[in-house]
């Protein structure tokens, strides 16, 4: 029954010129048709708020890196990466291997041609031989040809395979260049927040040690008791065990950075900005889920990959069917070297081949059976594709809508704790309360100044995954034509 119903697909095949591969067809999204809007989606950056830089509504894929950080500094760092970044080399590296293998399998569909020379010379024994001779020599020259026509679309389904896995190579390569953007901009701002963690700690020490000194003093004129002093050495010990912790944290995280890079930090780095100077672009529209699915590139190499699996079926599927070759040479032959080019010299030959698989132990039935398999998995792979991305986006629309209320909270408690400190002070000062009070008050302002730091941080680091996860960092400036997936590579192939 299979092998009618693959002889009547091949039939209507040989009608229409078309591979035995089926129709293919884009699996319906499995999300939502819009992204979250409601609860802590409600609220989400508007133009310009609070004096941050708008993007005008321009989508994510159309904002130029260099538009959505205005660091300088940072924007030279991504400049380097994208230059010597090593995981970016392989990507790079990986397209050009797909697009030779792609080469490879387009060459089927053409005949292969080729000039030969050659000489045998051979004795026959007396007895046996024509007029007693008993060597013989042979020369030929021409030219050779072989062809497969390829009557039910096995090399064209082949040649389909092989560009739609060079596409998503490409695509591959794509999204690794976006993803290495968004990497080194989080790595900068983790560098940028240890800088901000250590002001926060010398200035905590600094002003730890101040108190020390002044308890000490009063200790030591019998003005202040011991447990006043411990206290008081206590704020100080941590603040400077935290100072080392966050300077090996710094040094590592530099580390991490000049990895991505790919090559040592640069000394002639422009200057920077602070953390809470960096004015990423806010309120990047989100779009619709709908619009991810030609603006990600993890989700274009999925069905790209999708595109392979189903050509491989109608490989699979024209392995049923006969096999038609042809071979011939056209030259001249002549039992002398001087007598190859002479009149009458000529020779060739033609012989068409054909064969038609009878039984192969199951074997064609199975290879059917694993390419409808791959292809669900790749169904599978492009619809899990589509589901990690509408999380993504929703995710960081989650977070976009509230961190600015967060940071504008943590902001307020660091200023209400800043002043309990300074009434703390002067109450132990006046004799009014023990020294336990400024100590609390000390650590409580050291530990909101550190979550306000890792907050803004966050946030950033967020607005960064989204403009990534909405398919930005793909072009260097806004208003640049986007560049094809292979570019550097050569132009790319057609699907004809």
């Known amino acids: 029954m299979r092998r009618f119903s693959l002889m009547a697909m091949a039939v209507a095949m040989l009608a229409s010129g078309c591979t035995m591969a089926p129709k293919y067809e884009r699996p319906a999204a499995p999300v939502s048709a819009s992204?979250?809007?409601?609860?802590?989606?409600?609220?989400?950056?508007?133009?310009?708020?609070?004096?941050?830089?708008?993007?005008?509504?321009v989508a994510a894929a159309d904002i130029g890196w260099r538009d959505f950080f205005v660091d300088a500094r940072l924007?030279?760092?991504?400049?380097?990466?994208?230059?010597?970044?090593?995981?970016l080399r392989v990507a790079m590296l990986?397209?050009?291997?797909?697009?030779?293998?792609?080469?490879?399998?387009?060459?089927?569909?053409?005949?292969?041609?080729?000039?030969?020379?050659?000489?045998?010379?051979?004795?026959?024994?007396?007895?046996?031989?024509?007029?007693?001779?008993?060597?013989?020599?042979?020369?030929?020259?021409?030219?050779?040809?072989?062809?497969?026509?390829?009557?039910?679309?096995?090399?064209?389904?082949?040649?389909?395979q092989a560009l739609a896995k060079y596409f998503a190579t490409a695509y591959a390569r794509k999204a690794a260049e976006i993803s290495l953007v968004s990497q080194v901009a989080a790595q900068y701002l983790q560098v940028l927040q240890a800088d901000d963690l250590l002001a926060v700690t010398r200035q905590t020490l600094k002003s730890a040690s101040d108190s020390y000194g002044i308890v000490k003093l009063q200790f030591d004129h019998g003005a202040a008791s011991e447990l006043d002093l411990s206290q008081a050495r206590t704020v100080m010990e941590s603040a400077a065990a935290n100072l080392q912790a966050q300077e090996r944290a710094r040094a590592q995280d530099v580390n991490?950075?000049?990895?991505?890079?790919?090559?040592?930090?640069?000394?002639?780095?422009?200057?920077?900005?602070?953390?809470?100077?960096?004015?990423?672009?806010?309120?990047?529209?989100?779009?619709?889920?709908?619009?991810?699915?030609?603006?990600?590139?993890?989700?274009?190499?999925?069905?790209?990959?999708?595109?392979?699996?189903?050509?491989?079926?109608?490989?699979?599927?024209?392995?049923?069917?006969?096999?038609?070759?042809?071979?011939g040479s056209f030259g001249t032959l002549s039992p002398t070297l001087g007598g190859l080019f002479k009149a009458g010299s000529a020779a060739w030959s033609f012989a068409?081949?054909?064969?038609?698989?009878?039984?192969?132990?199951?074997?064609?039935?199975?290879?059917?059976?694993?390419?409808?398999?791959?292809?669900?998995?790749?169904?599978?792979?492009?619809?899990?594709?589509?589901?990690?991305?509408?999380?993504?986006?929703?995710?960081?629309?989650?977070?976009?809508?509230?961190?600015?209320?967060?940071?504008?909270?943590?902001?307020?408690?660091?200023?209400?704790?800043q002043r309990r400190l300074e009434l703390s002070a002067l109450r132990y000062r006046q004799g009014v309360d023990s020294y336990l009070g400024v100590l609390t008050a000390q650590q409580d302002l050291y530990a909101?100044?550190?979550?306000?730091?890792?907050?803004?941080?966050?946030?950033?680091?967020?607005?960064?995954?989204?403009?990534?996860?909405l398919g930005g960092g793909w072009i260097e400036r806004t208003g640049d034509v986007p560049r094809a997936v292979d570019a550097r590579d050569g132009d790319s192939p057609s699907r004809g």
């Open 35 to 57: 992204f979250p809007a409601d609860g802590v989606y409600a609220t989400q950056p508007g133009a310009g708020d609070g004096g941050a830089r708008s993007a005008h509504g």
């Open 75 to 87: 924007q030279r760092l991504i400049d380097i990466a994208l230059k010597n970044n090593r995981d």
């Open 94 to 160: 990986n397209v050009q291997a797909a697009q030779a293998q792609y080469r490879i399998a387009r060459s089927g569909l053409f005949p292969a041609l080729a000039a030969q020379g050659s000489q045998s010379k051979s004795r026959t024994p007396a007895d046996m031989s024509l007029l007693n001779h008993t060597i013989s020599n042979t020369y030929s020259v021409g030219l050779n040809a072989s062809w497969e026509i390829d009557l039910f679309g096995r090399v064209q389904s082949l040649k389909d």
């Open 256 to 327: 991490a950075l000049v990895l991505l890079l790919g090559e040592p930090m640069p000394d002639d780095l422009p200057g920077g900005m602070p953390l809470d100077g960096q004015k990423l672009l806010a309120d990047i529209p989100a779009g619709l889920p709908s619009d991810l699915l030609l603006r990600r590139p993890d989700i274009m190499e999925t069905e790209q990959n999708l595109l392979a699996a189903n050509a491989n079926i109608g490989a699979a599927r024209a392995a049923f069917f006969p096999s038609i070759s042809v071979t």
């Open 352 to 417: 068409p081949a054909i064969t038609l698989p009878i039984f192969e132990g199951g074997q064609n039935l199975a290879n059917l059976d694993l390419a409808n398999i791959e292809k669900k998995i790749e169904v599978a792979q492009y619809e899990k594709a589509v589901q990690s991305a509408f999380r993504d986006v929703a995710d960081g629309l989650a977070a976009r809508g509230t961190y600015d209320q967060q940071i504008a909270a943590l902001e307020r408690d660091t200023a209400a704790q």
């Open 448 to 469: 909101a100044q550190q979550i306000l730091i890792v907050a803004r941080t966050q946030r950033l680091a967020n607005l960064v995954s989204l403009y990534q996860a």
